[in-house]
């Protein structure tokens, strides 16, 4: 049997590795353009090719008056997305009515969530390799429960070929586009992920990153790694569907910005016990991530 404190502290790690993963492509302070410098950039573009060569660097007009954040990809900098048209929520606000303990992954300085858009949905796709013959069951009711809970709309985009890494990239125009990687979740072993190794059953989370015009903190690219031996095992048990689905929703909430916690019952703790639903608190942490503002 695993020991709870050693579990929770390798659990942090895993989830400290991840964001450093995250920050070196998105830290703004270091990975911006900077201003003199596109603006010379752009005058230059105007001068030599007009509205053609603007259009090849990346840049819109409405980059004069707005600059734009920069991330790093593949040791370039591409210009953070803009998020498309939005009417407002695409689900009603959930309330938090419930009280717990609940610890966010990310927050800004006055303590408030970083969380997804609620007003654009959250995309999905599936690496189906190794996947159990309930697999696709699993993540579909990990994803209706963990949606419900938040308020963010979480729709599927079909399936991948993308191996997780900790170190995953947040735009990769030549599989998703030129907007953010989807959430990814893909069945795999400690062989291929080291950090499923021992009792690890999955590892989940988000990059947070700037908004397109600098203002304003979201999260994107999320990445959730399941072990499909792990589950296996469970899913052979009376109650091993339950079990097994908890462990999803369990990454799931890291990924939408849940952190673990202490308290043993909620299903935020890091170690599997026999809850197998959202406790109090992660119903509370859950539905106030889903009210963070909406990127303009």
Do not use: K
């Amino acid at each position: 049997m695993s020991h709870p404190r050693r579990e929770h502290r390798r659990s942090r790690r895993l989830l400290r590795q991840m964001d450093r993963a995250a920050a070196r492509a998105t830290a703004p302070g270091r990975r911006e353009v900077p201003r003199a410098v596109v603006g010379l950039g752009v005058v230059v573009a105007l001068a030599v090719g007009g509205g053609a060569a603007l259009r090849s660097t990346g840049w819109e007009l409405a980059d004069l008056a707005h600059p734009r954040a920069y991330v790093e990809v593949d040791g370039r900098a591409v210009a953070v997305p803009r998020p498309d048209a939005s009417d407002g929520r695409l689900l009603p606000v959930v309330e938090a009515a419930t009280t717990g303990s609940y610890v966010f992954l990310h927050t800004l300085d006055d303590g408030s969530p970083v969380g997804y858009d609620p007003c654009r949905p959250v995309r999905y796709v599936v690496r189906p390799d190794g996947m159990p013959s309930v697999g696709q069951a699993l993540v579909d009711d990990a994803v209706a429960i963990v949606s419900a809970a938040s308020g963010i709309m979480i729709v599927a985009a079909g399936t991948t070929d993308e191996a997780p890494a900790m170190d995953r990239a947040i735009i990769q125009p030549d599989r998703y586009g030129d907007g953010w990687a989807p959430v990814l979740i893909a069945w795999s072993d400690e062989g291929e992920l080291p950090e499923l190794a021992g009792a690890v059953a999955g590892v989940g989370g988000s990059a947070a990153v700037p908004g397109a015009d600098r203002t304003g903190t979201w999260l994107a690219a999320g990445r959730l790694a399941l072990d499909t031996a792990d589950l296996n095992a469970m899913l052979v048990r009376a109650d091993g569907y339950q079990q097994a689905r908890a462990i999803v929703v369990h990454e799931l909430a890291h990924v939408l910005g849940l952190d673990h916690v202490a308290d043993p019952d909620e299903l935020m703790h890091p170690i599997t016990s026999t809850r197998t639903d959202l406790g109090p608190g992660d119903l509370q942490g859950l539905a106030l991530l889903g009210q963070v503002a909406c990127e303009e």
